[in-house]
């Protein structure tokens, strides 16, 4: 199984990010490239070359659905797994972002220690 | 698996990220209002309705990642009730909408002024790891002390360093900005306290921190003070990374209170989880895993070492596989509950049994739960976390007084027996204060009730900060105090405790009128010379009223506590 190690992830409000942040580079050990928008996720993704997409759903200039069909078009990211993180987790909404090409949802609020072994179980599961 | 270096570095980045988002909820309650205000008066502002929204969704998901359920719970409810109206046109709210927002920011703001730094508290998971080396601890306690206030006032500054000293901080005055910035090059504090209007500017005291804090890696931990207390000040300051805002007149408690929550981490002891399964492969497992959330473990694959290992070791929580040679979890967890010491511990049993009745049976026997293998990490950790932290607040419910935090009345005696009986058996001296507020009566007659239970707070968090880890404090009732003092004679007990009184009768209490300054007496006893608890505070006792009796704030020993060991140690 591929490690994971490159995390592409976008969210608008500083005060997830940093503890997003604390939750997968100090407790998961994983690198993270920090976006403020999907647009700067659309941007970033040929220089960070990210193994995992990570991303808010609701985020100015760009919400994270679009950015994903944004980097979708891009070959060599067409099969990149991508997460969404989301308040929004009723059976039809993760249905829709599942149809959207995420490989899975993580809910918000989400616990800060666990949120890295989420990550790595759903990367996991994508790689069997 | 992920992996898991310098614990407690994620730790004090936790903590210190969850301390300042704690100071910024009120502005951000503050800012829902604001735009609800406006919706309701014009209802057609597609924009104000867009930003309420924007400001309930993100407060609904960061309060509960930063632990605060609660409000990210109402502030949810308000998103959902705003949405109500979503597909409606935007031309008026139903009345039934504009009551059911209305309710919930009420319900917001009365949870901003009462009970959010509660609920802080019980977010335990940010706290299960706490680099206890008690080698490092007298420097770190030393750096955690340092203060700098600073304000263009010298009268004033003088005035509150000597009381923000009497609760054993360390404060050191500017009244200066450029050299307190020289100061902090030199020697960082654990805290800056900062007046906001200098002769330089209206609020150049937060331009000067906000400066500061853009050429620095780390933001300097501020608490502002102002002589005004408008809300666009309040939110430069929440700009510019304060985690406190306090108006003048300052009421020294509140800002005692929250200094020492800013600057001291609360010591919550780590999660104990002991794991009782045959197979080592299969409980180095669940150890790996609940070790990784910070928690500590043991392991037992013997199931009858289990008892040995509960006195060594008594956990928060026990989990347990069901089929085990020798001895099964239920046998097992029958045998703990028949024991009086371990009745309470919760017992979870870890097992790929599916079957519900004999789930069922395995709960009737004494198990708590069961949570069925293969379970995944993130879950057991979940599972186990929100159950310890159950356990945990009943035992404080039932063990603390509300009011102050210290210990209450039943378990205050119930520690002097055991340290009692440990003084015996070590042959080591053991001191028992009892002390009592004077004339505490006149206080709540004169200044009222309120400001009776600021004093009673006041004395508490000056006892929690001057007294050393291992002493034990407890209010006993009313405005009775105790204090254990283990390892320590009467002697020494006694030069702690005058300490402690003339800095309580320095602290400047706050009515809505004057300050008032409160005394205490205080009584104490000391093993050897006594053969029980009970003994022994009905002694402190006695002295407490011959101090009462003798003229009031002073110390007393009872005279048949002075012999102590012959090789006694003070301290």
């Known amino acids: 199984m591929q490690e994971l190690e490159r995390i592409l992830y976008a969210e608008d409000e500083t005060d997830i990010q940093q503890i997003a942040l604390i939750a997968l580079e100090m407790v998961g050990g994983y690198t993270l490239k920090t976006c403020n928008t999907g647009l700067e996720a659309v941007a970033e993704i040929e220089n960070f070359k990210p193994q995992l997409l990570l991303f808010d759903v609701m985020m100015p200039d760009m919400d994270g659905p679009t950015a994903l069909a944004k980097i979708r078009e891009i070959d060599a990211y067409k099969d990149t797994p991508a997460i969404f993180m989301t308040a929004k987790v009723q059976p039809n909404e993760v249905k829709g972002y599942l149809d959207m090409g995420a490989v899975d949802v993580i809910a918000k609020p989400f616990e800060p220690m666990t949120l890295a072994a989420q990550v790595q179980e759903i990367w996991a599961k994508v790689q069997t | ?571």
């Open chain 2, 1 to 571: 698996m992920s992996n898991h270096n310098g614990k407690p570095d994620i730790q004090a980045a936790l903590t210190a990220l969850k301390d300042g988002f704690a100071q910024k909820v009120p502005a951000k309650i503050e800012e829902i209002r604001q735009s609800w205000n406006l919706l309701k008066s014009v209802p057609e502002d597609i924009d104000m309705f867009h930003l309420l929204h924007r400001q309930t969704h993100t407060l609904a998901g960061t309060a509960g990642t930063y632990g605060f359920h609660t409000v990210g719970q109402l502030a949810k409810a308000v998103e959902i009730a705003l949405q109500a109206d979503l597909t409606e046109s935007h031309e008026s709210w139903t009345p039934q909408i504009v009551s059911d927002v209305e309710l919930l920011v009420q319900q917001l703001e009365n949870f901003n002024q009462a009970g959010f730094e509660q609920e802080g508290e019980d977010n335990a998971t940010f706290q299960p790891y706490l680099d206890n080396a008690e080698e490092n601890s007298a420097k770190t306690d030393a750096l955690n002390r340092l203060l700098y206030l600073v304000d263009d006032d010298a009268d004033f500054l003088n005035t509150m360093a000597m009381q923000i000293r009497t609760f054993g901080y360390k404060v050191v005055t500017f009244t200066d900005l450029d050299r307190f910035e020289k100061a902090v090059a030199l020697q960082e504090p654990a805290l800056v306290i900062m007046d906001v209007e200098f002769e330089q500017g209206k609020k150049a005291g937060i331009e000067h921190i906000h400066r500061m804090n853009e050429e620095r890696e780390n933001v300097l931990q501020t608490i502002f003070i102002t002589g005004s207390n408008d809300v666009l000040t309040r939110l430069d300051a929440v700009r510019a990374g304060g985690l406190g805002y306090f108006a003048k007149p300052l009421l020294v408690e509140k800002l005692v209170d929250s200094i020492n929550d800013l600057t001291h981490q609360h010591a919550e002891e780590p999660y104990k989880v002991v794991i009782v399964d045959d197979s080592p492969e299969q409980s180095s497992f669940a150890a790996l895993t609940l070790q990784q959330a910070g928690m500590e473990t043991r392991e037992v694959n013997e199931p009858l070492e289990l008892l040995n290992v509960l006195n060594d070791f008594p956990p928060d929580i026990i989990l347990t596989d069901i089929y085990m040679p020798g001895c099964s979890g239920l046998e097992l967890s029958k045998m703990i509950r028949q024991m009086d010491t371990f009745v309470s511990i919760p017992i979870v049993f870890l097992s790929s049994e599916n079957d519900q009745k004999k789930q069922m049976n395995a709960m009737s026997l004494g198990g708590d739960d069961f949570l069925s293998k293969p379970i995944q990490p993130w879950y057991l950790v979940s599972a186990v976390t929100s159950r310890i932290k159950r356990g945990r607040k009943v035992r404080e419910l039932a063990e603390t007084d509300g009011l102050t935090g210290l210990l209450n009345h039943t378990k205050i005696k119930e520690r002097l027996e055991e340290e009692l009986s440990r003084a015996k058996r070590e042959k080591t001296p053991l001191a028992f204060a009892m002390l009592d507020i004077d004339f505490f009566k006149h206080v709540n007659d004169s200044y009222g009730h309120p400001a009776g239970d600021r004093v009673l707070k006041s004395l508490a968090n000056l006892f929690k900060q001057r007294l050393r880890k291992y002493d034990i404090v407890g209010r006993y009732g009313g405005e009775e105090f105790v204090v254990i003092f283990p390892n320590t004679d009467a002697i020494a007990a006694k030069t702690i405790m005058d300490k402690l009184r003339v800095s309580f009768s320095e602290i400047s209490h706050f009515s809505s009128e004057n300050p008032f300054y409160c005394r205490f007496s205080c009584g104490i006893s000391a093993f050897p010379g006594y053969e029980n608890g009970t003994e022994m505070s009905n002694e402190a006792d006695k002295v407490l009223y011959e101090a009462k009796e003798g003229g009031r704030n002073k110390v007393v020993v009872a005279v048949n506590s002075l012999g102590g060991f012959s090789k006694a140690k003070a301290r």
